[in-house]
């Protein structure tokens, strides 16, 4: 009845798989519990699976007991919680993706070289939250949707950082209209935007004019999952629609759809999307065609506390 274009790449990336490696070994080597500051990664299905083998996650850490052993997520934290950590004699593991560890310290540098630092992000997302610790006086988080509403003097010393789960096409809209602002404004070394996100973006955007729908598998929290679902209605998609797992899909989605396109978040295990494809195999969308962008071979080692 139809077919199934199957986005790649999708799903883990290379900090994702880090991180949720670095609780699995922490675990292996330590025992539950093992405290976890924060969702280790934006999905409620990982978080679920930890949580079953002896992990418990955590709002702040006032909530873990002194000495336990903490992860940091791999969203990334502000010095001063690691301060706190250290005051506290919590042992702890730090899974921030090194690609965020990257802003991180183009934050620091830029604001010891006496610029103000302007972060194109949503300032309620951790990410954000532990660059803006980095340098929080000279830190100013800008709406990639509303970039107008910064106010500096117009030939203030400033560079640009961003989220590394933005759209790319939304990041670079708002630094053309900053730049018209601040005409002085540096750019980081390179773009912020990870890899991962942006591959992910490309490999949508690419199938969505053949789709009647896309179903993008990532939990409601996640960044770079509903970034997905924008830039594949944004390339000409007719529908789209985020899912947490498919007991969410509705079969009311499928009427005069011959065409799906698939794809998940960066930090959604391969065996949501499988579960999808099976549903949408027994509706009559059997035929599944895999439309690769690009080959994803990166890897990071596992944080220096706990590498085998």
């Not at 292996?28 to 299905?45: A, E």
Request: glycine share 6%; with cysteine.
């Amino acid at each position: 009845m139809g077919r199934v274009l199957l986005a790649a790449p999708r799903g883990y990336c290379a900090g994702v798989e880090r991180a949720i490696a670095t609780v699995e070994e922490a675990l292996r080597r330590h025992g539950p519990p093992v405290y976890v500051r924060k969702q280790i990664v934006h999905n409620t299905s990982v978080v679920a699976d930890l949580t079953r083998r002896g992990a418990i996650f955590v709002e702040e850490l006032a909530e873990v007991p002194e000495g336990a052993l903490v992860v940091f997520s791999a969203h990334g934290v502000a010095p001063s919680v690691k301060r706190e950590a250290a005051e506290r004699g919590l042992r702890s593991i730090d899974a921030t993706c090194p690609l965020v560890t990257k802003v991180h310290r183009e934050a620091v540098r830029l604001a010891e070289s006496g610029h103000e630092v302007i972060l194109i992000g949503h300032a309620e997302h951790e990410e954000v939250e532990g660059t803006v610790g980095e340098a929080p006086d000279r830190t100013h988080v800008v709406d990639p949707a509303r970039p107008d509403e910064l106010v500096l003097p117009r030939h203030a010393k400033a560079g640009w950082l961003s989220q590394t789960t933005l759209s790319v096409d939304e990041t670079l809209a708002a630094v053309a209209r900053l730049r018209e602002r601040y005409p002085g404004l540096a750019d980081p070394p390179s773009d912020d935007v990870c890899y991962a996100s942006q591959n992910r973006q490309e490999a949508i955007a690419g199938l969505a004019p053949s789709c009647d729908l896309v179903l993008v598998v990532g939990s409601p929290n996640s960044s770079n999952s509903r970034r997905l679902v924008e830039v594949a209605l944004s390339a000409g998609a007719p529908a789209g629609h985020l899912i947490d797992t498919v007991a969410e899909a509705d079969e009311a989605w499928l009427e005069d759809v011959a065409t799906v396109g698939v794809s998940a978040g960066a930090s959604v295990p391969e065996y949501l999307v499988a579960e999808l494809l099976e549903w949408l195999a027994a509706r009559g969308y059997a035929d599944v065609e895999t439309v690769t962008r690009t080959q994803e071979t990166l890897t990071f080692a596992l944080p220096r506390e706990i590498q085998r």
